[in-house]
């Protein structure tokens, strides 16, 4: 009782935080921040489910939560016409002969397994000889595309569909990654499995900054659909400036309101599925034989489980869910820049998170995500403000007052490292330890 005393009062402190912003500051800066605090503590529980569930150390995130914003892409864009017609052929005939080429490997690697080293190398040498015809197709195909309107376009574009169904697609883009990636790696020691992830993480956001006919690299793909109304759209509305004036606000303030509370509604409920699947699958059966592998792998290997496969089966459902937060962030931004994409914040923040929220429990999680994007993105302000006060007494020109000002951009890592010390040093197992039974 005293424990679920103490979660909800934690909770009560972080909406009471975010409440001080929207009266301090804005109201539309307050929601700007929840609404990544949703998506922020989706991307943890993701993570938790990987590290809090079976103890495995991924600092790929990144790359997954890049494969999310590329499904937002791909489903959302409309085709590019001309871009199909001057290269979708190649490109379709690249990827079926690299499937085949993958399946003649695969089979030959299977079937010759009496052969020692030459099934390595027949399977080497027919990998080889796929890649150097599949780029036949797609170096000429690749070509084509890029030179089509490449101001505007120069790539294939997408499906045209409903931004939503992104957040589907990035969870299985991920967990297709995942697989693959775990297949490899994760019969390897947890710190191998680390540099795996993390090469693999970079490999992806390469390709989607160099690959221009995927998603125009580096050049950005902008004004991705929204699944909530336009701002404009709202003001015009006759309903809605009635509504407006009825409460005595700007319509022009209110439509940002508006459009925030709509991402808040659709993400705090995406958040409240995954959470709801996360604890009925933590005090299941499958969550109890994942924390006793996670524990003690040598006894639970004795005791007949299948280890890798497990560690498989979780990566991928960990992965999965980050594709789906990488995918709402693309739909909350409304574009995608493969360059956004860097570890500090899609891999160093989601693990402290995790871990200042407390690893093996989602609510823990849950709060983490809250708790760590708030101040991440407060710090500067209450920086500033912290600053001007403390040199409050100092002359408007003074050097060190100038030199601390500009410095409170810098608050964040400080605050980051502070916050993560406190929580270490008296609560080792985060705000919200995981229940041992």
Same mark, same amino acid.
Do not use: C, H
């Given at each position: 009782m005293i424990g679920r005393l103490k979660n909800f009062g934690l909770f009560a402190v972080m909406a009471l935080l975010i409440a001080l912003v929207g009266f301090m500051q804005s109201w539309s800066l307050a929601l700007a921040i929840l609404n990544l605090c949703l998506i922020s503590a989706?991307?943890?529980?993701?993570?938790?489910?990987?590290?809090?569930?079976?103890?495995?150390?991924?600092?790929?995130?990144?790359?997954?939560?890049?494969?999310?914003?590329?499904?937002?892409?791909?489903?959302?864009?409309?085709?590019?016409?001309?871009?199909?017609?001057?290269?979708?052929?190649?490109?379709?005939?690249?990827?079926?002969?690299?499937?085949?080429?993958?399946?003649?490997s695969v089979a030959i690697y299977s079937r010759l397994k009496g052969a020692g080293i030459l099934r390595v190398w027949a399977a080497v040498l027919v990998a080889i000889a796929g890649y150097f015809i599949a780029r036949i197709f797609f170096e000429p195909a690749v070509d084509a595309i890029e030179a089509v309107e490449p101001?505007?376009?120069? =790539?294939?574009?997408? =499906?045209g569909l409903p931004i939503i169904f992104a957040w589907i697609v990035g969870g299985v883009f991920a967990a297709g990654a995942a697989w693959v990636v775990g297949k490899i790696s994760l019969g390897l020691r947890s710190d191998y499995l680390a540099i795996a992830t993390l090469g693999i993480s970079e490999i992806i956001v390469a390709m989607l900054k160099n690959e221009d006919w *995927?998603?125009?690299?580096?050049?950005?793909?902008?004004? *991705?659909?929204?699944?909530?109304?336009?701002?404009?759209?709202?003001?015009?509305s006759e309903w809605f400036q009635d509504w407006a004036n009825s409460m005595g606000v700007s319509t022009v303030e209110f439509s940002s309101i508006f459009v925030k509370l709509c991402y808040a509604g659709l993400f705090a409920s995406v958040l409240l599925i995954v959470l709801w699947l996360s604890e009925r699958a933590l005090n299941s059966p499958w969550g109890r034989m994942m924390r006793a592998i996670r524990d003690n792998e040598t006894a639970a290997n004795a005791m007949g489980k299948d280890v890798t496969s497990r560690h498989l089966q979780v990566f991928v459902l960990g992965s999965a869910v980050i594709g789906i937060a990488g995918a709402m962030?693309?739909?909350?931004?409304?574009?995608?820049?493969?360059?956004?994409?860097?570890?500090?914040?899609?891999?160093?923040?989601?693990?402290?998170?995790?871990?200042?929220?407390?690893?093996?429990?989602?609510?823990?999680?849950?709060?983490?995500?809250?708790?760590?994007?708030?101040?991440?993105?407060?710090?500067?302000p209450i920086g500033l403000w912290l600053m001007d006060t403390i040199t409050s007494g100092m002359a408007e020109d003074n050097a060190l007052r100038l030199h601390l000002l500009k410095s409170a951009a810098h608050m964040r890592l400080m605050t980051m490292g502070l916050i993560l010390l406190l929580v270490l040093r008296f609560t080792p197992s985060g705000l919200i330890p995981e229940r041992r039974r």
């Open positions: 989706v991307m943890a529980l993701g993570v938790n489910i990987q590290w809090g569930y079976a103890g495995l150390f991924n600092v790929g995130v990144m790359g997954f939560a890049a494969l999310g914003g590329l499904a937002g892409v791909v489903i959302s864009t409309p085709p590019v016409a001309a871009a199909w017609s001057a290269g979708g052929f190649g490109i379709i005939a690249s990827l079926v002969i690299a499937l085949i080429t993958i399946i003649i101001a505007k376009t120069g =790539f294939l574009g997408g =499906f *995927l998603a125009r690299g580096v050049k950005n793909v902008s004004g *991705l659909p929204r699944p909530v109304p336009y701002e404009i759209n709202l003001q015009r962030l693309t739909t909350l931004d409304g574009q995608f820049t493969p360059a956004s994409y860097q570890p500090l914040r899609f891999t160093f923040l989601i693990w402290v998170m995790v871990i200042v929220g407390g690893s093996g429990n989602n609510w823990g999680a849950v709060l983490g995500g809250f708790l760590i994007w708030f101040f991440w993105v407060e710090a500067e």
